[in-house]
């Protein structure tokens, strides 16, 4: 008798508990508040694009009936790319707005300024908009996770690929005087390594503020330089690759993957000023020839088209913005019903070769609780006059 | 002081004490962004107000207050209430210096040096041979102080009581400055320069001065700020932060004490009820503000409570 | 040597952007002695505008005297919607708006318009000049336009009698109006030219630069600076000033202090420049009688 008491029991007891809903602050049955700062005023605004296409998607995410039945609610504050004001907004969202954790904040020293806060207050900072690499340290700041492959990184193939093609160049670099510049930088020198000094033999910087480049890329080509790694913002890099098609001087150019667009940077600056440039890229290109036809990009442009229809599908931050809210889409839905901050830092360090059409081939997001580098893969690419040309295989950080 | 000024004071002083046990310890922290504003205005506004001498450059000396703190505690551990003495001294020498060869720029060619100065600054804060005391673009992040002698406090309130008590010290120190002799000196300068010479006024000391104890002031405020953010970066400092200044005593009425606070209130809320208004174009929203309040306050709200004061009184 | 050379002609293009937004700043200045921090927003929206109708089909010149044109209405609007209710304010409070103007301006534009950089034609041949590498043809021509409008601004303001009632009223607003003189009108005038000219920069300067919201926003530094050293109220004066203040940078910035400090040794050029000519190289020295 006692033994089938017993058995009894131990078979209740093993019968798993009917799934629960866990959530924290900002997620219940029918909403998940998310929270987010961007540039929309000031010198960056620029950037505040990818806020409007993060938002624009959520809203195409919420019209298709929402992750697991749950509508998202995005709340985007300007923080000017101030830090003190990223401070206060990241604050208003965590304990005012009561979100369940903040997604894609963008720019390195803002993030920095909230970096400790979000780690304190055990609130996760989502793949940040900036492509430092401090980011992933999961041993000190298991709450805070990048998501686009790293400036250093980038850098790092650029100079090894320089190393294997042209074991005598001369490389000069232009870059903005800011830590997206001065990262990309730390990432070429790093790859030389001990060769640093043999091969770089002119730097010059700009500030966002300067009119143009011009006089910086005439400087560049007085030091005799035959290879060019062009750190460059958009509208600096049209000007960049412009003059120095102009001045004559045609170095192996290769171009930073932030101003890569054919339609927003390549056309101003001239196509046919633009062949032979090589950069790294991770997402395809959309006003790039070689994707017109693709299946894989059509729910992206019918999106741009009924959520987005006065922007520019040139401008590259679209792209990234719907690509990024899609990386966050599916670890939501891994999610299920425990929206608590800590599974959702778990599922987020949990996606396993997730594949996104608006990535290019072969590249897919993986993350482990010990490697918070969403994207490693990049590929190398070189404009033909008409579109980007794939070449070589997929290169990951290692 | 009348009956009527010591209560009205009495009153505001019991509210601004018991605010950060009303309010979360986000508003707490605003208001506190508030008092360090208020701080940096009177700065501005004893040199551009009382003494008419234009700054369009005024965050140069807010970025140098801030960096001295950080570094000071990054670099040798400094206790953050030690800093703010530092910041203080070494931006009233800076503020000095500087003042000595703006003496002989009025007006507009003054405006221009400023101006230079803002612009200058967050570039000269990364330049790569100062990178291993100001962190260059990555910036200095600061430990946030935890309230002494075990006072039930948390940090947020902590700070908002420091930065309150420093604040009325400046406050005072600004008050007298103002009420006696070097304020009635600097207004004459203001006014009429030449005359005030005739009469002895030593101009070149006085408005050397002016600059020094102004971007003191200022230089105070930055290192209190950066204690408040716990985070200094050149892009924390760059111009529009001048200009914000500038639009901040306009707004809260030049030449007045208290328009310090009001234009204080003005720049830190202000811009977060715009961004709400609209995501779009958030600073147009913010410069229509401005444009109102000049059109319906062009002597600041300060100049307007005295106007219905004034009135209430006659 | 070659090298220097380049630097100095490549000065000398950026220079011609900073003269020309000069000249606006010294023509506002000598119609209403106010520097309006407003005037490069004010260049970059009109050169939307022309850029508007360029791409809505207009040939080049139609669009570009049409934009000259609402340059100017717009000019005289701003004066007497917005600033004319303010005049009497103090100083300060008149710079206020012309700051907010700049932020409504900058934020509508990128509003409309969005960030993504435009091009802009250019009226000149794209080949270079001479077959030289260092400056195109459009930059050549840009600084040919800056010159032509630096004349008919001069011979206007010194040769005909609508010249010297706007500089009248500027001058001297109370005896201006005892003349006859219509002060309001001349204020707005002068808005508007300076409104044209403000344009014209901006639509040699976009070719070079490549059309965006923030296009004006840097400029504006190098323009004041350039304006206040050559002598805020001489347009002979800002246009030097532009042209020294560009090569200057340039040269320095690539041999002497590097770029870093580009914007530092601004500084100290203009205070160095200001102390030993307060009143700018070629300003008149302003005599107060006591």
Same mark, same amino acid.
């Given at each position: 008798?006692?033994?089938?008491?017993?058995?009894?029991?131990?078979?209740?007891?093993?019968?798993?508990?009917?799934?629960?809903?866990?959530?924290?602050?900002?997620?219940?049955?029918?909403?998940?508040?998310?929270?987010?700062?961007?540039?929309?005023?000031?010198?960056?605004?620029?950037?505040?694009?990818?806020?409007?296409?993060?938002?624009?998607?959520?809203?195409?995410?919420?019209?298709?009936?929402?992750?697991?039945?749950?509508?998202?609610?995005?709340?985007?504050?300007?923080?000017?790319?101030?830090?003190?004001?990223?401070?206060?907004?990241?604050?208003? !969202?965590?304990?005012?707005?009561?979100?369940?954790?903040?997604?894609?904040?963008?720019?390195?020293?803002?993030?920095?300024?909230?970096?400790?806060?979000?780690?304190?207050?055990?609130?996760?900072?989502?793949?940040?908009?900036?492509?430092?690499?401090?980011?992933?340290?999961?041993?000190?700041?298991?709450?805070?996770?990048?998501?686009?492959?790293?400036?250093?990184?980038?850098?790092?193939?650029?100079?090894?690929?320089?190393?294997?093609?042209?074991?005598?160049?001369?490389?000069?670099?232009?870059?903005?005087?800011?830590?997206?510049?001065?990262?990309?930088?730390?990432?070429?020198?790093?790859?030389?390594?001990?060769?640093?000094?043999?091969?770089?033999?002119?730097?010059?910087?700009?500030?966002?503020?300067?009119?143009?480049?011009?006089?910086?890329?005439?400087?560049?080509?007085?030091?005799?330089?035959?290879?060019?790694?062009?750190?460059?913002?958009?509208?600096?890099?049209?000007?960049?690759?412009?003059?120095?098609?102009?001045?004559?001087?045609?170095?192996?150019?290769?171009?930073?993957?932030?101003?890569?667009?054919?339609?927003?940077?390549?056309?101003?600056?001239?196509?046919?000023?633009? =062949?032979?440039?090589?950069?790294?890229?991770?997402?395809?290109?959309?006003?790039?020839?070689?994707?017109?036809?693709?299946?894989?990009?059509?729910?992206?442009?019918?999106?741009?088209?009924?959520?987005?229809?006065?922007?520019?599908?040139?401008?590259?931050?679209?792209?990234?913005?719907?690509?990024?809210?899609?990386?966050?889409?599916?670890?939501?839905?891994?999610?299920?019903?425990?929206?608590?901050?800590?599974?959702?830092?778990?599922?987020?360090?949990?996606?396993?070769?997730?594949?996104?059409?608006?990535?290019?081939?072969?590249?897919?997001?993986?993350?482990?609780?010990?490697?918070?580098?969403?994207?490693?893969?990049?590929?190398?690419?070189?404009?033909?006059?008409?579109?980007?040309?794939?070449?070589?295989?997929?290169?990951?950080?290692? | 002081?009348?009956?009527?000024?010591?209560?009205?004071?009495?009153?505001?002083?019991?509210?601004?004490?018991?605010?950060?046990?009303?309010?979360?310890?986000?508003?707490?922290?605003? !208001?506190?962004?508030?008092?360090?504003?208020?701080?940096?205005?009177?700065?501005?506004?004893?040199?551009?107000?009382?003494?008419?001498?234009?700054?369009?450059?005024?965050?140069?000396?807010?970025?140098?207050?801030?960096?001295?703190?950080?570094?000071?505690?990054?670099?040798?551990?400094?206790?953050?209430?030690?800093?703010?003495?530092?910041?203080?001294?070494?931006?009233?020498?800076?503020?000095?210096?500087?003042?000595?060869?703006?003496?002989?720029?009025?007006?507009?060619?003054?405006?221009?040096?400023?101006?230079?100065?803002?612009?200058?600054?967050?570039?000269?804060?990364?330049?790569?041979?100062?990178?291993?005391?100001?962190?260059?673009?990555?910036?200095?992040?600061?430990?946030?102080?935890?309230?002494?002698?075990?006072?039930?406090?948390?940090?947020?309130?902590?700070?908002?009581?420091?930065?309150?008590?420093?604040?009325?010290?400046?406050?005072?120190?600004?008050?007298?400055?103002?009420?006696?002799?070097?304020?009635?000196? !600097?207004?004459?300068?203001?006014?009429?320069?030449?005359?005030?010479?005739?009469?002895?006024?030593?101009?070149?000391?006085?408005?050397?001065?002016?600059?020094?104890?102004?971007?003191?002031?200022?230089?105070?405020?930055?290192?209190?700020?950066?204690?408040?953010?716990?985070?200094?970066?050149?892009?924390?400092?760059?111009?529009?932060?001048?200009?914000?200044?500038?639009?901040?005593? =306009?707004?809260?009425?030049?030449?007045?004490?208290?328009?310090?606070?009001?234009?204080?209130?003005?720049?830190?809320?202000?811009?977060?009820?715009?961004?709400?208004?609209?995501?779009?174009?958030?600073?147009?929203?913010?410069?229509?503000?401005?444009?109102?309040?000049?059109?319906?306050?062009?002597?600041?709200?300060?100049?307007?409570?005295?106007?219905?004061?004034?009135?209430?009184?006659? | 040597?070659?090298?220097?050379?380049?630097?100095?002609?490549?000065?000398?293009?950026?220079?011609?952007?900073?003269?020309?937004?000069?000249?606006?700043?010294?023509?506002?200045?000598?119609?209403?002695?106010?520097?309006?921090?407003?005037?490069?927003?004010?260049?970059?929206?009109?050169?939307?505008?022309?850029?508007?109708?360029?791409?809505?089909?207009?040939?080049?010149?139609?669009?570009?005297?049409?934009? =000259?044109?609402?340059?100017?209405?717009?000019?005289?609007?701003?004066?007497?919607?917005?600033?004319?209710?303010?005049?009497?304010?103090?100083?300060?409070?008149?710079?206020?708006?012309?700051?907010?103007?700049?932020?409504?301006?900058?934020?509508?534009?990128?509003?409309?318009?969005?960030?993504?950089?435009?091009?802009?034609?250019?009226?000149?041949?794209?080949?270079?000049?001479?077959?030289?590498?260092?400056?195109?043809?459009?930059?050549?021509?840009?600084?040919?336009?800056?010159?032509?409008?630096?004349?008919?601004?001069?011979?206007?303001?010194?040769?005909?009698?609508?010249?010297?009632?706007?500089?009248?009223?500027?001058?001297?607003?109370?005896?201006?109006?005892?003349?006859?003189?219509?002060?309001?009108?001349?204020?707005?005038?002068?808005?508007?030219?300076?409104?044209?000219?403000?344009?014209?920069?901006?639509?040699?300067?976009?070719?070079?630069?490549?059309?965006?919201?923030?296009?004006?926003?840097?400029?504006?530094?190098?323009?004041?600076?350039?304006?206040?050293?050559?002598?805020?109220?001489?347009?002979?004066?800002?246009?030097?000033?532009?042209?020294?203040?560009?090569?200057?940078?340039?040269?320095?910035?690539?041999?002497?202090?590097?770029?870093?400090?580009?914007?530092?040794?601004?500084?100290?050029?203009?205070?160095?420049?200001?102390?030993?000519?307060?009143?700018?190289?070629?300003?008149?020295?302003?005599?107060?009688?006591?």
């Amino acid at each position: 008798m006692k033994a089938l008491l017993v058995g009894v029991i131990a078979a209740t007891l093993s019968v798993p508990a009917i799934a629960q809903k866990k959530y924290d602050a900002g997620a219940n049955d029918r909403e998940i508040k998310i929270g987010n700062t961007n540039p929309y005023s000031g010198p960056a605004s620029a950037y505040g694009q990818i806020g409007k296409a993060i938002a624009a998607y959520f809203k195409m995410v919420n019209d298709q009936g929402g992750i697991n039945g749950r509508k998202i609610d995005f709340v985007s504050y300007d923080d000017s790319y101030s830090p003190p004001k990223t401070v206060e907004m990241a604050r208003k !969202l965590v304990e005012q707005d009561q979100v369940l954790f903040l997604f894609q904040t963008l720019g390195t020293p803002s993030n920095t300024a909230i970096h400790k806060y979000m780690n304190t207050m055990k609130v996760p900072q989502l793949n940040v908009a900036t492509g430092a690499t401090k980011w992933n340290d999961p041993q000190n700041f298991k709450w805070t996770m990048g998501w686009q492959p790293n400036y250093q990184t980038e850098g790092r193939i650029y100079a090894k690929h320089i190393m294997a093609t042209k074991p005598n160049a001369k490389v000069a670099i232009l870059y903005q005087n800011d830590d997206y510049g001065k990262d990309y930088l730390k990432g070429m020198e790093d790859g030389f390594g001990a060769q640093a000094s043999k091969y770089i033999v002119a730097k010059a910087s700009y500030e966002v503020t300067d009119p143009t480049v011009d006089s910086q890329i005439v400087q560049l080509q007085a030091s005799g330089a035959d290879t060019f790694f062009n750190i460059t913002t958009p509208k600096f890099a049209a000007q960049a690759i412009r003059k120095a098609y102009d001045i004559g001087w045609k170095p192996v150019q290769y171009l930073n993957n932030v101003s890569i667009s054919v339609g927003s940077v390549l056309t101003p600056a001239g196509l046919d000023k633009s =062949v032979g440039l090589i950069t790294a890229a991770y997402l395809k290109e959309p006003t790039d020839a070689r994707w017109a036809n693709d299946k894989g990009l059509e729910p992206f442009r019918a999106f741009m088209k009924k959520y987005m229809p006065d922007a520019n599908i040139a401008d590259n931050f679209n792209i990234y913005g719907y690509t990024v809210g899609s990386t966050l889409a599916a670890a939501i839905k891994q999610c299920g019903d425990d929206l608590t901050r800590e599974n959702v830092m778990r599922q987020s360090a949990n996606l396993k070769n997730l594949r996104l059409e608006t990535l290019l081939p072969g590249i897919t997001i993986t993350t482990t609780p010990s490697d918070y580098a969403p994207i490693e893969a990049v590929q190398l690419q070189r404009f033909n006059g008409k579109q980007w040309e794939l070449f070589g295989d997929v290169m990951t950080s290692q | 002081m009348s009956k009527r000024t010591l209560v009205i004071g009495i009153v505001l002083l019991a509210v601004v004490c018991t605010l950060p046990f009303i309010v979360s310890n986000y508003r707490t922290f605003q !208001l506190t962004l508030v008092l360090v504003y208020a701080i940096a205005l009177l700065g501005l506004n004893i040199l551009t107000g009382y003494n008419g001498q234009i700054s369009l450059g005024h965050g140069a000396f807010y970025a140098l207050g801030a960096y001295c703190t950080a570094i000071l505690m990054d670099h040798w551990g400094v206790p953050y209430w030690a800093t703010i003495p530092v910041a203080g001294a070494v931006c009233l020498v800076v503020g000095f210096l500087f003042g000595l060869p703006a003496l002989r720029l009025e007006g507009l060619y003054l405006a221009l040096a400023t101006f230079a100065l803002g612009v200058a600054m967050p570039q000269l804060l990364k330049y790569h041979l100062l990178e291993k005391w100001t962190g260059g673009v990555q910036g200095i992040v600061i430990m946030k102080p935890s309230p002494p002698f075990g006072l039930p406090l948390n940090p947020d309130q902590w700070l908002y009581f420091f930065t309150l008590a420093i604040g009325a010290v400046m406050f005072i120190l600004g008050y007298n400055l103002i009420r006696g002799r070097i304020g009635r000196a !600097l207004v004459a300068i203001r006014d009429q320069h030449i005359a005030a010479e005739a009469m002895g006024i030593h101009n070149a000391l006085y408005k050397s001065l002016a600059f020094g104890v102004s971007a003191m002031f200022t230089g105070v405020a930055g290192a209190l700020g950066a204690v408040a953010v716990q985070f200094v970066a050149p892009d924390s400092f760059n111009i529009f932060l001048s200009i914000v200044f500038l639009v901040g005593i =306009v707004v809260g009425g030049l030449a007045s004490i208290p328009g310090a606070l009001y234009g204080a209130l003005f720049i830190q809320f202000v811009p977060n009820i715009a961004d709400e208004i609209s995501k779009a174009a958030p600073w147009a929203i913010f410069g229509v503000f401005m444009i109102g309040f000049v059109y319906l306050m062009p002597t600041g709200v300060a100049g307007a409570v005295r106007l219905i004061t004034s009135r209430r009184r006659a | 040597m070659d090298a220097l050379l380049h630097q100095v002609l490549a000065g000398l293009a950026t220079g011609g952007i900073y003269a020309s937004l000069a000249l606006a700043l010294v023509m506002i200045y000598q119609a209403t002695h106010l520097v309006n921090f407003a005037q490069g927003e004010m260049a970059m929206f009109t050169t939307y505008i022309g850029w508007s109708l360029i791409e809505a089909g207009m040939p080049y010149w139609a669009a570009f005297f049409l934009t =000259v044109a609402f340059a100017f209405v717009l000019g005289v609007v701003i004066e007497r919607v917005i600033i004319r209710p303010v005049e009497q304010a103090p100083v300060l409070a008149v710079v206020v708006v012309f700051i907010a103007l700049l932020l409504i301006l900058n934020s509508v534009t990128g509003w409309i318009y969005t960030y993504t950089i435009k091009t802009f034609p250019s009226p000149f041949p794209a080949q270079p000049l001479f077959g030289n590498r260092y400056l195109s043809s459009h930059e050549l021509g840009a600084i040919g336009v800056t010159l032509v409008v630096l004349f008919l601004l001069y011979a206007f303001f010194r040769f005909t009698p609508l010249g010297l009632a706007m500089r009248a009223a500027a001058q001297n607003p109370e005896s201006s109006r005892l003349v006859g003189i219509r002060v309001g009108w001349m204020l707005a005038l002068g808005w508007g030219l300076a409104a044209a000219v403000g344009s014209v920069a901006g639509m040699m300067v976009a070719p070079i630069v490549y059309l965006d919201p923030n296009m004006m926003g840097g400029v504006l530094l190098y323009a004041f600076a350039a304006a206040l050293v050559g002598g805020i109220d001489n347009p002979i004066g800002a246009v030097v000033g532009g042209f020294v203040v560009g090569v200057l940078e340039n040269v320095l910035g690539a041999f002497v202090i590097g770029n870093e400090l580009k914007l530092s040794v601004a500084l100290v050029i203009i205070i160095g420049v200001l102390l030993v000519k307060p009143s700018g190289f070629f300003g008149r020295v302003q005599v107060t009688r006591v």
